[in-house]
């Protein structure tokens, strides 16, 4: 099975396997990788509003450079200035906008850090976060861990592990899997509501 490297912008597979409901199952790998190049290439000559950007893309704009557009935006890689017009963030910019997870419920676990009961799932879904983000193996580990300590989570105890290091290298397998974040994300919530 072949991967490719811009995600289906409806179920967001990566392989040409798509999820059973998604609106671009059958649709040729080359036009959904096409409409992210399109809109990428485009925003890449400077900011413009939405009707310029569609005006100006390569090719005609249909409901897959929509879609690609409105996926490129909920992954924060395009950002809308004050004027209105959309603007591809830098790769720096991009990295040092999602450092920190925002999304809800995983912008919560991140700001409260988890409690005894959740630390798995809280753990798993920040590696898969960092992942899906796009960021090395590296990078995931050093912001995890250091999470775990900033967090206070390392200090609430509840670890078989010896040290923060192990525990986000326990988990390794998320990382290389590329599993999603939500459903992990939600159950560590639910348990972090309930203790507080």
Same mark, same amino acid.
């Given at each position: ?34 409409a992210y190049i399109h809109v990428l290439s485009?925003? &890449?000559?400077?900011?413009? %509003? ?5 005006? @100006?893309? /390569? #090719?005609?704009?249909?409901? !897959?450079? $929509?879609? &690609?557009?409105?996926?490129? %935006? ?5 950002? @809308?200035? /004050? #004027?209105?017009?959309?603007? !591809?963030? $830098?790769? &720096? ?10 999304? @809800?419920?995983? #912008?919560?676990i991140y700001e409260e850090g988890s409690v ?81």
């Amino acid at each position: 099975m072949a991967q490719f490297q811009y995600p289906c912008p409806d179920c967001r597979t990566t392989t040409s396997l798509h999820a059973p409901d998604c609106r671009f199952d059958g649709t040729a790998w080359t036009d959904i990788e096409a409409a992210y190049i399109h809109v990428l290439s485009t925003l &890449a000559e400077g900011a413009k %509003r939405e009707g310029k950007l569609r005006e @100006e893309s /390569p #090719g005609r704009w249909d409901r !897959l450079h $929509s879609a &690609a557009l409105s996926r490129l %935006r909920h992954e924060q890689r395009i950002q @809308e200035t /004050p #004027g209105g017009a959309l603007e !591809l963030l $830098s790769p &720096a910019e991009f990295k040092e906008q999602i450092a920190v997870p925002s999304q @809800e419920p995983l #912008g919560r676990i991140y700001e409260e850090g988890s409690v005894p009961g959740c630390h798995d799932h809280a753990v798993f879904a920040l590696i898969a976060y960092y992942e899906m983000v796009g960021f090395s193996w590296e990078e995931t580990r050093e912001r995890v861990t250091d999470w775990l300590r900033e967090s206070g989570t390392w200090d609430r105890g509840g670890f078989e592990e010896g040290a923060p290091e192990e525990v986000v290298d326990n988990k390794r397998h998320v990382y290389a899997r590329g599993y999603g974040w939500r459903q992990a994300a939600e159950e560590a919530a639910a348990v972090i509501e309930r203790r507080n």
